[in-house]
C-alpha cells in the first residue's frame, strides 16, 4: 500500500517527515514536492493548480502498480482531489482513499478574500488572522525572505483555482476538520460528500485550521485505520471471489 501527502501552503515534502516511521510498516509513505521548494528550489514555481496537478498524475501514474493512498492538507487536499481527478482521465484509475483535511469541498468559493497580491506585513497579518498563528520560522527575518515568496505563490495558486464539474469519484473520501478553523466551516467541510458515490465520513478535531500540530499521531492513527479497513474489505472481497470460482 502506498499513501501519497500533498503539503499545505508554504512548505515542501518534509513537512511529513517521519510519517513513514509512524504509520505501520506496509504502509509506504512518499510525498509531493512541488517545483520551487526544497529539493525543487531551482525550478520555477506554478500558479496553475490544474495543470500542476496533471503533470503529478503523470509522475504519479507508475506507481498505481500498488493500492495508492491520498492525503492532502489544506492546499494539498486540493490537489490530491486534482490529481485523483487527474489520474483518472489519463489513466482510468483511482486511488482506493481519498483523505482531505482543513479544506472546504472544491467547489465552493473560498471564505477568505484574495491576499496574495497584499504587501508583506498586510499577507502575514491575513494569514495569521484566517489560519491560525504562523510557523514559528516565519520570525526569522533571513528564513522568512525564503519561505514568504513561495507561501504567497501558494496562496495566489488557490486564489486563482476554478473548480471544473466532472462525475464523483469512485473512491471513498473522509474529511478532517478543526472544530475552529475560521477559513473553512463544518458545512463546507462535509460538502466534500457531493464528490464520493463511495463512503464518505468526517472527523473533527480541536483547535484551527493547523489541527495537524496538537493532533499529529491522533490524526496519523485514523489515517492508518482507514487504510486497514481498505485492506479487510478487498481481502473479504477477494475471499468472495475465490469462494465463487470454486463453487
Same mark, same amino acid.
Given at each position: 500500500?502506498r499513501?501519497i501527502c500533498?503539503p ?9 517527515h517521519?510519517? &513513514?516511521?509512524a504509520l505501520p510498516s ?5 510525498a509531493?514536492q ?8 531551482s525550478?520555477?514555481?506554478s500558479?496553475?493548480l490544474?495543470?500542476?496537478a496533471e503533470?503529478?498524475?503523470?509522475a504519479?501514474?507508475p506507481?498505481? *502498480?500498488?493500492?495508492i493512498?491520498?492525503f492532502?492538507?489544506s ?9 485523483? $481527478?487527474?489520474?483518472r482521465?489519463? &489513466?482510468g484509475v483511482?486511488?482506493c482513499?481519498l483523505?482531505a483535511? #482543513?479544506? $472546504?469541498?472544491p467547489?465552493?468559493?473560498? %471564505?477568505?478574500? =484574495?491576499l496574495?497580491?497584499? /504587501? *508583506?506585513?498586510?499577507f502575514?497579518?491575513?494569514?495569521d488572522?484566517s489560519? &491560525? =498563528?504562523l510557523d ?10 525564503i519561505f ?5 505563490d501558494?496562496?495566489?495558486?488557490i *486564489?486563482?483555482?476554478?473548480?471544473? =464539474?466532472?462525475?464523483?469519484?469512485d /473512491?471513498?473520501i473522509?474529511v478532517y476538520l478543526?472544530e ?6 463544518f ?5 466534500? /460528500?457531493n ?5 464518505f465520513?468526517l472527523?473533527?478535531f480541536p %483547535? ?13 492513527g485514523?489515517i492508518?485505520s482507514q487504510?486497514e479497513g ?5 481481502? $473479504?472481497? #477477494?475471499?468472495?471471489?475465490?469462494i465463487?470460482e %470454486?463453487e
Open positions: 500500500m499513501l500533498f499545505y501552503a508554504g512548505v515542501g515534502a518534509s513537512a511529513f517521519g510519517w &513513514g516511521k506496509e504502509i509506504e509513505v512518499l509531493v512541488l517545483p520551487g521548494r526544497e529539493t525543487r528550489m525550478e520555477p514555481r500558479l496553475d490544474l495543470q500542476t503533470e503529478i498524475a503523470q504519479i501514474k506507481l498505481s *502498480d500498488m493500492p493512498a491520498f492532502g492538507y492546499l494539498g487536499a486540493i490537489f490530491a482531489f486534482e490529481v485523483t $481527478r487527474a489520474l482521465r489519463i &489513466g483511482e486511488p482513499l483523505l483535511a #482543513a479544506m $472546504r469541498a467547489e465552493l468559493p473560498s %471564505g477568505v478574500p =484574495p496574495g497580491d497584499l /504587501c *508583506d506585513m498586510l502575514l497579518e491575513a494569514i488572522k489560519y &491560525g =498563528p514559528p520560522i516565519f520570525e526569522n527575518p533571513e528564513i522568512r525572505a514568504l515568496p513561495i507561501l504567497r501558494d496562496v495566489r495558486m *486564489d486563482n483555482y476554478k473548480y471544473r =464539474p466532472e462525475r464523483a469519484l /473512491c471513498p473522509r478543526g475552529s478553523d475560521l477559513a473553512v466551516s458545512k463546507a467541510a462535509e460538502a466534500w /460528500c464528490h464520493t458515490r463511495a463512503e465520513g472527523r473533527s %483547535g484551527g485550521h493547523f489541527f495537524i500540530r496538537d493532533y499529529l499521531a491522533v490524526l496519523q485514523d492508518a487504510i481498505y485492506r479487510q474489505k478487498s481481502e $473479504r472481497s #477477494a475471499e468472495r471471489v475465490l465463487k %470454486g
